[in-house]
C-alpha cells in the first residue's frame, strides 16, 4: 500500500524523514513502519510532497505485536459516554509524522517532529462503529471503521449554532480514496483542530 503526503514547504535537508509509527501498551513506541526513507535533496531545495509504502508482510507482522489491542478502554481512554459496536473490537494503528532526524536512529523523538496528520492507517479485527465525548465535554467524536486494514480520515467541525463544540469524525475511506493524498500539518490537539478536505487532499491544514 502506498500513501502520499503533502505538508509545507520545508528545506530538504538530509536528516528530512517521513515514517509511520507504531504504538504498544500505554502509548510506548514500538516500531517504525513504512519505507518513506529520508526526504533531502540538493542544498537549498525544499520538500513539500512525499510516500510511504507500507508493505503487506509487515503490517500483518505489526498485527502480531502489542500495537493490536481492544479500542474501548485504549482509544476511548479518558472519555465519556463510550458506545462500542462490537464492544471487543481490537486495532491497530499506524501514525505518519515528517521529523528531522537528527540522531539518525530511524525513528521520531519529541524534540524531532515537525508534522503530523490525526488521519491514521489503521487494521481492526472487525468491522465496527463508535462514539464518545470527550472528558471536558466540549468534543463529540464518531467513526465508522471497516475490517482489515483501511486508511482512517480524520474531519474536524465546529457548527456554528454550538460555539466551543466540536464535532470529530474518524471513518474509514473508500478503497479508492485511499490515493487521494493526506496532508500534515504542524502539531495540534485532535479534538478541536480545525481541518477539512482540501481539493485532491484529505485532512486540511490545522
Known sequence: MGLTFTFPDTPAVD??????????ANGQYLQTIGYGGYLGS???????RANVYLDGYSLQNLQKTACLSPFKGGETDGM?????????????NV??????????????????????????????????????TSADGRTTESGARRKGWSLVAHEVRQPSATPGRYVVTMNSVP????????????????LISQGAPLGGTLGGAK
Open 42 to 48: 540538493s542544498p537549498g531545495n525544499v520538500a513539500n
Open 175 to 190: 478503497e479508492a480514496d485511499e490515493r487521494l493524498s493526506v496532508r500534515l500539518h504542524e502539531p495540534t490537539n485532535r
Open 80 to 92: 465519556r459516554d463510550v458506545v462500542v459496536s462490537p464492544e471487543n473490537v481490537q486495532t491497530c
Open 15 to 24: 536528516t528530512l524523514r517521513l515514517s509511520g509509527v507504531a504504538f504498544g
Open 95 to 132: 501514525y505518519f509524522v515528517i521529523y528531522n532526524d537528527l540522531n539518525r536512529n530511524g525513528r521520531p523523538e519529541s524534540t524531532e517532529e515537525l508534522y503530523q496528520t490525526h488521519s491514521i492507517y489503521s487494521y481492526a479485527s472487525e468491522a465496527f462503529t463508535y462514539s464518545f
